[in-house]
């Protein structure tokens, strides 16, 4: 699978912005899908996934009710809603993918996307 992310961009804290991942080369909806983030000098963490089919969603208690994730499989996409933005929330933000029932974390990710920047101004 070939992600493709986009998206990302500059936002004064309160904003919002909308990522979308593109996938390509396989079955997208074999796959459940999921979105981490990577701050500078920090590891890569968890932020949201949602199931093959899109009927469930799990999210890092940091976003939870900020943000939202959801996945067209006809147009074989994932996008995440993102709401209230924070400074802290300030990352390279990564959809990845992965055949288990939810991609919740690194060691169940098969294929990353490049990454897309997003940067929340205080």
């Known amino acids: 699978v070939q992600l493709q992310a986009s998206g990302g961009g500059l936002v004064q804290a309160g904003g919002s912005l909308r990522l979308s991942c593109a996938a390509s080369g396989r079955t997208f909806s074999n796959y459940a899908m999921g979105w981490f983030r990577q701050a500078p000098g920090k590891e890569r963490e968890f932020v949201a996934t949602?199931?093959?089919?899109?009927?469930?969603?799990y999210y890092a208690d940091s976003v939870k009710g900020r943000f939202t994730i959801s996945r067209d499989n006809a147009k074989n996409t994932v996008f995440l809603q993102m709401n209230s933005l924070r400074p802290e929330d300030t990352a390279v933000y990564y959809c990845?993918?992965?055949?288990?029932?939810?991609?919740?974390?690194?060691?169940?990710?098969?294929?990353w996307g490049q990454g897309t920047q997003v940067t929340v101004s205080s």
């Open positions: 990845a993918a992965g055949r288990y029932q939810y991609v919740s974390r690194l060691t169940r990710v098969s294929y």
């Open positions: 949602i199931n093959n089919s899109g009927d469930s969603t």
